[in-house]
């Protein structure tokens, strides 16, 4: 039961090509956005659709797949767990990030590249 504890499951389409990073003595690591898409219908019967959009990160082998494969647009499911950060800006303020690190993805789209 514990590994139901912080787990999150999204479908989305990817936002951006991830950008990929060598940190901390060699560590590979990719970040990319994922918009999450709703439909419903208001009180009037209006039909409202709504964007969400979620930092990922990914670390280690699962970079060398998404860098090979992952492109802006594509359609992909992601398991992962949140993860709140906060760092402070080069203005000195205090910022705060949640971001899904992610375990195990899916493709639903082909790489056309």
Same mark, same amino acid.
């Given at each position: 039961m514990n590994a139901l504890r912080n787990k999150v499951q999204?479908? =989305?389409n990817l936002g951006m090509n991830p950008e990929i990073k060598i940190v901390n =003595?060699?560590?590979k690591l990719a970040k990319? #956005?994922?918009a999450t898409n709703e439909s419903y219908r208001n009180a009037n019967g209006e039909?409202?659709?709504e964007t969400q959009w979620h930092s990922l990160i990914a670390w280690g082998k699962t970079v060398d797949i998404i860098e090979k494969n992952f492109k802006k =647009? #594509?359609?992909v499911s992601i398991e992962g767990?949140?993860?709140k950060r906060n760092y402070t800006d080069k203005q000195g303020l205090k910022r705060y990030v949640t971001e899904i690190h992610i375990s195990d993805f899916l493709?639903?789209?082909a790489n056309n590249a």
């Open positions: 999204l479908i =989305g =003595g060699g560590k990319m #956005s994922i039909l409202i659709q =647009g #594509s359609e767990k949140l993860i493709m639903h789209t």
